[in-house]
C-alpha cells in the first residue's frame, strides 16, 4: 500500500507534480540534492536535538526505534497514558504519520512537530499559520482520530523562536477567507489520494519552489517541450489550469482574439479577467516574436543624482539573521567611479547584527543627497525588523523616510511590474540581468548558496568562502544597476 504521509502533504502545498514525481518518476533523473537543501535538513535535525536535550518535561524517546516496532511502542506509549512522547509513528488506513510530539491532554493526545522556521508567517499584525505545516499536523490529529485517542483538534508547532505556536484547525483563517485549516487539508489530501491511486494527472509548472527541487532538470526540458503557459512571468500554476484546456501554449496565447473569450464584462476563465488576459497575450506574443526586445508598458520618471547607490542584503531565515549589508556607489553615471562597500557580521550574535545593521546606516546617513536602489521588498522588509529589534539605531520615521520616494526606488514593485515586459521567465534580478548581458562571478549564484556558504564561514572560517559571499553580494549590487541603466534604455510602447 502507497501511504499518504505528512511530508508528502508538505510537498503538494507548493507542487502536486512534485508528489507525481516522487512516487512515479525514474529515480535516475533526479538531480543532485543542492547544498542548501541539505543544509535545511541539517538544521532542522541539530534544532530538534537541541530543543530536546533541555526540555519543559520529562518525555520518552523512542527515537531509536525504526518502523513497525516504533509504531507499536507508540501505541503503548499512548495507552500506557505517557505524558509526552518524543520521535512518535502513528497509522490508520491509508495515512502514515512521523509527528516529533504526541502529548497527553486530557483523554487523549494532541501532536506536535519541532520547526527549525517560524511556525506563522506574514506581519506580526496579520500572522498566520503556514500551510505546508498544517496539513502535516493535521495528518497527525486524523490519525489519532481514526484511533480513537485525540484530544482535539489543535496540535502546536515548536518553532525556531522558542514559541509554542498553536493551530486551531476548525477555525476560519480569516474574514475573507472562512475556510478552516482542517477544510485545506481534507482537500489535500483527497488530491494526495488520486495523485497515488493515479486517477489524477499532474503536469509540472514553472515557479520559484522549483530551483531547488531534485525534478528541476527534467520539469523544464518536459515545460519547454510542452511550450506551457507557466513559463510566462506571473502566469503561475493556477491560471495555467483555468486557460490550458481552451488555450494549451504560449503560442496559442499568442494567437488569439480575447474578445472572442468575453461573456459580458468578464472572461470565460474564471479568476482571469480582461485586462489580464490581454496582458498575457502580450508576454507571449513578446517571446514568440522573431526578435524579441524588452519595452516599457507606461512612462517611467526616475529621480536623478549625481551619486546613486544599489543597495543589497543578505538574510540567514533559519536564523533570522541579516549577516550582510552590501553597497555599490556610482557617480555621475560613469561606472569607472563604482565602488563596492560591505557591512558584514562576522558571527551569529545579536551584537554582530547590529554593529552591521549601525554601520550600514551610518554608511546611507552620511550619503543625503544620494538615490538608493533597491530590487523588492525585501530589504525594506527586514531593515524594519532590524530597527525593531535594535531601536535606538534609528526611529521608526528615519527609516521609513530613507525608504520612500525620491530617496529610494524599489526597481522590481514601482518599476519592472508596472511598467515593464520581458521576454523572459521570470522578473527575478539574475533573470533580468542575465538578460542584458550581465555575468555572475559565481558558477552557481543565489541567495540560497548564499545561506549556505554563511553557515560554512560559521563553522570553519575560512576566508574564501567569506570572500565567495561578498563577491557573490557585490554582484547583486551591480546587477541591480545594470538593470537600472537597461531599464532607462527600454522604449516605450
Given at each position: 500500500?502507497?501511504?499518504?504521509?505528512?511530508?508528502?502533504?508538505?510537498?503538494?502545498?507548493?507542487?502536486?507534480?512534485?508528489?507525481?514525481?516522487?512516487?512515479?518518476?525514474?529515480?535516475?533523473?533526479?538531480?543532485?540534492?543542492?547544498?542548501?537543501?541539505?543544509?535545511?535538513?541539517?538544521?532542522?535535525?541539530?534544532?530538534?536535538?537541541?530543543?530536546?536535550?533541555?526540555?519543559?518535561?520529562?518525555?520518552?524517546?523512542?527515537?531509536?526505534?525504526?518502523?513497525?516496532?516504533?509504531?507499536?511502542?507508540?501505541?503503548?506509549?499512548?495507552?500506557?497514558?505517557e505524558?509526552?512522547?518524543?520521535?512518535?509513528?502513528?497509522?490508520?488506513?491509508?495515512?502514515?504519520?512521523?509527528?516529533?510530539?504526541?502529548?497527553?491532554?486530557?483523554?487523549?493526545?494532541?501532536?506536535?512537530?519541532?520547526?527549525?522556521?517560524?511556525?506563522?508567517?506574514?506581519?506580526?499584525?496579520?500572522?498566520?499559520?503556514?500551510?505546508?505545516?498544517?496539513?502535516?499536523?493535521?495528518?497527525?490529529?486524523?490519525?489519532?482520530?481514526?484511533?480513537?485517542?485525540?484530544?482535539?483538534?489543535?496540535?502546536?508547532?515548536?518553532?525556531?523562536?522558542?514559541?509554542?505556536?498553536?493551530?486551531?484547525?476548525?477555525?476560519?483563517?480569516?474574514?475573507?477567507?472562512?475556510?478552516?485549516?482542517?477544510?485545506?487539508?481534507?482537500?489535500?489530501?483527497?488530491?494526495?489520494r488520486?495523485?497515488?491511486?493515479?486517477?489524477?494527472?499532474?503536469?509540472?509548472?514553472?515557479?520559484?519552489v522549483?530551483?531547488?527541487?531534485?525534478?528541476?532538470?527534467?520539469?523544464?526540458?518536459?515545460?519547454?517541450?510542452?511550450?506551457?503557459?507557466?513559463?510566462?512571468?506571473?502566469?503561475?500554476?493556477?491560471?495555467?489550469?483555468?486557460?490550458?484546456?481552451?488555450?494549451?501554449?504560449?503560442?496559442?496565447?499568442?494567437?488569439?482574439?480575447?474578445?472572442?473569450?468575453?461573456?459580458?464584462?468578464?472572461?470565460?476563465?474564471?479568476?482571469?479577467?480582461?485586462?489580464?488576459?490581454?496582458?498575457?497575450?502580450?508576454?507571449?506574443?513578446?517571446?514568440?516574436?522573431?526578435?524579441?526586445?524588452?519595452?516599457?508598458?507606461?512612462?517611467?520618471?526616475?529621480?536623478?543624482?549625481?551619486?546613486?547607490?544599489?543597495?543589497?542584503?543578505?538574510?540567514?531565515?533559519?536564523h533570522?539573521?541579516?549577516?550582510l549589508?552590501?553597497?555599490?556607489?556610482?557617480?555621475?553615471?560613469?561606472?569607472?567611479?563604482?565602488?563596492?562597500?560591505?557591512?558584514?557580521?562576522?558571527?551569529l550574535?545579536?551584537?554582530?547584527?547590529?554593529?552591521?545593521?549601525?554601520?550600514?546606516?551610518?554608511?546611507?546617513?552620511?550619503?543625503p543627497?544620494?538615490?538608493?536602489?533597491?530590487?523588492?521588498?525585501?530589504?525594506?522588509?527586514?531593515?524594519?525588523?532590524?530597527?525593531?529589534?535594535?531601536?535606538?539605531?534609528?526611529?521608526?520615521?528615519?527609516?521609513?523616510?530613507?525608504?520612500?520616494?525620491?530617496r529610494?526606488?524599489?526597481?522590481?514593485?514601482?518599476v519592472?511590474?508596472?511598467?515593464?515586459?520581458?521576454?523572459?521567465?521570470?522578473?527575478?534580478?539574475?533573470?533580468?540581468?542575465?538578460?542584458?548581458?550581465?555575468?555572475?562571478?559565481?558558477?552557481?549564484?543565489?541567495?540560497?548558496?548564499?545561506?549556505?556558504?554563511?553557515?560554512?564561514?560559521?563553522?570553519?572560517?575560512?576566508?574564501?568562502?567569506?570572500?565567495?559571499?561578498?563577491d557573490?553580494?557585490?554582484?547583486?549590487?551591480?546587477?541591480?544597476?545594470?538593470?537600472?541603466?537597461?531599464?532607462?534604455?527600454?522604449?516605450?510602447?
Amino acid at each position: 500500500m502507497r501511504y499518504i504521509t505528512a511530508s508528502m502533504l508538505y510537498d503538494l502545498v507548493a507542487c502536486p507534480h512534485r508528489v507525481t514525481m516522487d512516487q512515479f518518476g525514474d529515480p535516475t533523473q533526479r538531480d543532485e540534492t543542492s547544498p542548501f537543501v541539505e543544509l535545511l535538513w541539517e538544521r532542522g535535525t541539530a534544532f530538534e536535538r537541541e530543543t530536546m536535550a533541555a526540555p519543559t518535561q520529562p518525555y520518552l524517546d523512542l527515537s531509536k526505534y525504526a518502523g513497525d516496532e516504533k509504531e507499536r511502542q507508540t501505541l503503548d506509549a499512548m495507552r500506557r497514558g505517557e505524558p509526552l512522547i518524543y520521535s512518535a509513528r502513528i497509522r490508520a488506513d491509508d495515512l502514515l504519520g512521523d509527528p516529533d510530539l504526541l502529548r497527553r491532554q486530557d483523554d487523549g493526545y494532541v501532536a506536535g512537530d519541532i520547526k527549525s522556521g517560524s511556525g506563522e508567517e506574514g506581519p506580526e499584525d496579520l500572522s498566520k499559520p503556514k500551510l505546508h505545516y498544517a496539513v502535516q499536523v493535521a495528518l497527525y490529529t486524523d490519525v489519532l482520530e481514526r484511533l480513537g485517542l485525540s484530544a482535539g483538534r489543535r496540535p502546536f508547532i515548536w518553532d525556531i523562536h522558542g514559541r509554542e505556536v498553536v493551530y486551531n484547525l476548525n477555525a476560519p483563517q480569516g474574514v475573507k477567507d472562512p475556510k478552516s485549516l482542517w477544510s485545506d487539508y481534507q482537500g489535500c489530501l483527497a488530491e494526495a489520494r488520486q495523485i497515488v491511486a493515479r486517477t489524477v494527472k499532474t503536469m509540472p509548472a514553472y515557479g520559484s519552489v522549483c530551483k531547488e527541487c531534485h525534478w528541476y532538470t527534467g520539469c523544464q526540458k518536459r515545460l519547454e517541450a510542452a511550450d506551457d503557459l507557466t513559463l510566462l512571468p506571473g502566469l503561475g500554476r493556477s491560471k495555467r489550469d483555468v486557460l490550458v484546456d481552451r488555450i494549451p501554449t504560449i503560442n496559442a496565447l499568442a494567437q488569439i482574439r480575447p474578445s472572442a473569450f468575453l461573456k459580458g464584462k468578464k472572461t470565460v476563465f474564471p479568476g482571469i479577467g480582461p485586462d489580464t488576459l490581454v496582458k498575457f497575450q502580450e508576454r507571449a506574443k513578446l517571446v514568440t516574436s522573431p526578435n524579441p526586445r524588452p519595452y516599457l508598458s507606461r512612462p517611467v520618471s526616475l529621480p536623478v543624482s549625481d551619486l546613486e547607490v544599489f543597495f543589497d542584503i543578505e538574510v540567514d531565515p533559519m536564523h533570522d539573521h541579516t549577516y550582510l549589508h552590501g553597497f555599490i556607489e556610482r557617480r555621475n553615471g560613469e561606472n569607472s567611479t563604482e565602488r563596492y562597500t560591505a557591512m558584514f557580521a562576522e558571527h551569529l550574535s545579536p551584537l554582530e547584527e547590529r554593529d552591521a545593521f549601525a554601520r550600514a546606516w551610518g554608511y546611507l546617513q552620511a550619503r543625503p543627497s544620494a538615490v538608493i536602489y533597491f530590487y523588492s521588498p525585501y530589504e525594506r522588509t527586514y531593515w524594519r525588523k532590524l530597527r525593531e529589534s535594535y531601536p535606538d539605531v534609528c526611529s521608526e520615521a528615519q527609516l521609513e523616510s530613507l525608504f520612500t520616494p525620491p530617496r529610494s526606488v524599489d526597481l522590481y514593485t514601482n518599476v519592472v511590474r508596472r511598467a515593464t515586459e520581458w521576454p523572459t521567465r521570470d522578473y527575478s534580478i539574475k533573470t533580468l540581468a542575465k538578460f542584458l548581458g550581465f555575468k555572475w562571478r559565481d558558477a552557481h549564484p543565489s541567495g540560497a548558496a548564499s545561506i549556505e556558504w554563511f553557515a560554512r564561514w560559521i563553522e570553519i572560517g575560512d576566508p574564501a568562502i567569506r570572500l565567495r559571499i561578498l563577491d557573490y553580494n557585490e554582484d547583486d549590487c551591480r546587477a541591480t544597476r545594470v538593470l537600472l541603466d537597461g531599464i532607462r534604455n527600454l522604449a516605450l510602447r
